[in-house]
């Protein structure tokens, strides 16, 4: 699995090692605060079947090292510039959570590079608990903890809840920190009517992180715009139904999104 010189940072990524046909649509995923690429664990194989599923990991997160951001306008400049050192044509992006804000704002400043997006567990507007902040800094672990239990909904599997929490301690604290300030800053209320991209909106139904009223928002303000309500789901919709989520955004892609 390569690794890029992005902005001078090192970006790892995944993609298939089989060449792809041109005509095969791109799906770059975008993961959330913390995360990495096991984000889509459940995504990469079923999308591999029939598009060109890319798996980028942010600055600081998984095996892209170095240090991570504080802003999300700033994690956004780093999509964008893989996107441009790959020569990539315009596609399909996946954003979750703190990656959807990260995709929010790509939508704005360079509608160009894309085709359609796809916000999943996300809103115009992310804050954050001040209690979470200090947590992370003063008690990581019970911080982490918290989090991911609260990511998951009530009926997820305990395995499937361990393993979260087990992934999200491998984020050094100074980069999860950093990631949640990212999230706490981030407001794009008074702009997200301004998107012109065909868009699909997913949520978990017992979402308590991002709950389905950010959701319902941001379908509210982005015209034109899909929204898919996931039962039995919380935050990491994408975990817990991946066999809905995988078809929801089978069918957005293949649905003749129209070239803008």
Known sequence: MPIIQVNNR???Y???TEKHPDQREILLFVHGAGGGQLTWTFQKAYFERDFRPILLELPGHGDSGGEGEETVGAYADHVH?????LRLPKLFVVGHSMGGAIIQTLALRHPE???AIVLVGTGARL???????EGIQSNFKAAVEKITRLAFSQVASPKLIERGIEYLMRCPPKVLFGDYLACDRFDLMDEIEKIDLPTLIVCGEDDALTPVKYSQFLHGRIRGSMLSVLPGAGHMVMLESPEAFNEALRAFITSGVPQK
């Open 14 to 16: 995944w993609t298939p």
């Open 113 to 115: 590079a894309l085709k």
């Open 127 to 133: 804050k954050v608990l001040p209690l979470v902040l």
């Open 81 to 85: 510039a893989f996107i441009k050192k």
């Open 10 to 12: 090192p970006i790892h």
